[in-house]
């Protein structure tokens, strides 16, 4: 079963921290990359941070330094600590293997979490 379930969201001021979670099913976790994703409202998806099985990661550059993914195995879970948050950090973030799992021709997502950064 595939599954992806994201948690941790909220409304945040300028400045402030989130950590967000996402529970992944074995079978998305077990893939060798797991990916944070966000979409603020009127713009396409985009990528935001990777985490390889080694610990390696790769973030986008509007977020480097800001925010940290992690991983644990044990609970086939990601995280995504995100501090000094701007207005622009805005959208719902998804995680996903990286690339994106696919179910019957096409990329599957959770629900999603909502982040508000605002004053």
């Known amino acids: 079963q595939v599954q992806l379930v994201e948690s941790g969201g909220g409304l945040v001021q300028p400045g402030g921290s989130l950590r967000l979670s996402c529970a992944a099913s074995?079978?998305?976790?077990?893939?060798?990359?797991m990916g944070w994703f966000r979409q603020a409202p009127g713009k396409e998806r985009e990528w935001v941070a990777r985490?390889?099985?080694?610990?390696?990661?790769n973030y986008a550059d509007s977020v480097k330094g800001r925010f940290t993914i992690s991983r644990d195995s044990a609970k086939n879970t990601v995280y995504l600590q995100m501090n000094s948050l701007k207005p622009e950090d805005t959208a719902v973030y998804y995680c996903n293997s990286d690339p994106p799992v696919r179910v019957a021709g096409r990329n599957y997502w959770g629900q999603g979490t909502q982040v508000t950064v605002s004053s």
């Open positions: 985490i390889f099985s080694g610990g390696s990661t």
């Open positions: 074995e079978s998305i976790f077990s893939v060798w990359v």
